[in-house]
Each structure stands twice: as structure tokens, then as C-alpha cells.
């Protein structure tokens, strides 16, 4: 009998349409279709805000290192600029006018030598001056720190080892023009921008 029975429920399923377990099934797949799209959409929208803010820390982060990498080296290529342009305008003038405008043979070969020394120092040379002189300044600062936090005294700042290569082209040009005050010439930003020495 028992048989009869699954048959005769297994005929009014099937009569009427077999709702009753379609009808789960059915909002099964709803909910698990629900599911899976409210997972992909999470997924999505991590993933889209995770990059949004990756690229927003980059663009922070670059924008941020342009600033002390300006600010570090806007006055020493400005300089460096002129201690090449200068020596070029010089080691170009006829000798007549060189003449005119440097008193002496001995300043005019100073002006010729510095033009040398500066115009055999390419680009990348000059780029690596200036990597070294930005990590030998740091190196002294971390030192300084570490005395001062020690109560030792500071190193003196007027050592002749924390003047860079490129700075001591600078001074030279400068020493150069001071003893031709028929040259004028600005010699950094700081006195184009503020009229000071």
C-alpha cells in the first residue's frame, strides 16, 4: 500500500504541475542568484575603491616628493645654469672685448679654465653631483641629530666638506666676477627674487 500511496502523491504532484517543490526551488535560485550578485557587486566596488585609493595615494605621494625635489633643487640648477652660461658668454667674447671687460691674462685664464671644468661635466655627472650632495647632507644631518641628542657638540657648519661640488663652481664663478665688477651678473634666485647677497 505504501506504494500506492507514493504513486497516488507522485500523480498529484505531477497534476498540479509539481508547484509545491517549484516553487522552492525557484526561490532558492532567486536568493542564491541575489546572493551572488550582491557579492560580485561587494567585490566590484572593493576592488574599484581599493585602486581609486591606491592611485590617489601614488598621485599624493608624487605630488608630495615633486615638492621637496623642486624645493631641494630650483636654487642649485638655477646657479648651475649661470655658471655655464656665464663661462660660455665669456669664453665666446673676442679677445678685444675680453680684454675690455677682464682686467688681467691671469682672470681671463681663470674664466677659460672654469669654462673648461664646467663644460666637460655632462648632465649626468652634474645630476650625480648634486644625488651625492643631497645624501652626504643628509648623512650630516642624521649625525648632527644623533650628537645633539648625545649632548655632544655640533660639527661646524662651516666645514669645507659640506660644500658640494657643484657649489664650488658657484663660488668660484662668484669670486671671479667680484674681482670684474665690469660683469654683472644674478648670481641666485635669492637676489633676483629678494635683492639680497
Not at 4 to 27: F, I, K, P
Not at 163 to 182: A, I, K, R, W
Request: glycine letters at 8%.
Amino acid at each position: 500500500m505504501r506504494y500506492l500511496v507514493l504513486d497516488c502523491c507522485e500523480g498529484d504532484l505531477q497534476d498540479d504541475g509539481g508547484s509545491l517543490w517549484d516553487d522552492s526551488v525557484e526561490e532558492l535560485d532567486r536568493e542564491s542568484d541575489l546572493d551572488r550578485e550582491w557579492q560580485r557587486r561587494h567585490d566590484q566596488f572593493h576592488t574599484i575603491g581599493y585602486r581609486d585609493g591606491l592611485i590617489a595615494g601614488k598621485e599624493d605621494s608624487a605630488q608630495e616628493g615633486f615638492n621637496v625635489g623642486f624645493k631641494q633643487s630650483v636654487l642649485v640648477g638655477y646657479n648651475w645654469g649661470l655658471v655655464r652660461g656665464v663661462t660660455s658668454v665669456v669664453a665666446c667674447l673676442p679677445d678685444d672685448l675680453k680684454e675690455k671687460l677682464i682686467e688681467t691674462q691671469e682672470k681671463r685664464n681663470k674664466f677659460q679654465g672654469l669654462y673648461e671644468s664646467v663644460h666637460s661635466i655632462s648632465t649626468v655627472d652634474a645630476l650625480k653631483f648634486f644625488h651625492d650632495d643631497i645624501l652626504r647632507k643628509k648623512a650630516m644631518e642624521q649625525r648632527e641629530l644623533e650628537k645633539a641628542s648625545s649632548d655632544v657638540a655640533r660639527m661646524n657648519k662651516d666645514d669645507s666638506s659640506c660644500c658640494s661640488n657643484l657649489e664650488n663652481y658657484v663660488g668660484e664663478l662668484q669670486s671671479l666676477l667680484l674681482d670684474s665688477p665690469t660683469i654683472k651678473s644674478h648670481l641666485s634666485v635669492k637676489q633676483l627674487l629678494y635683492g639680497t647677497e
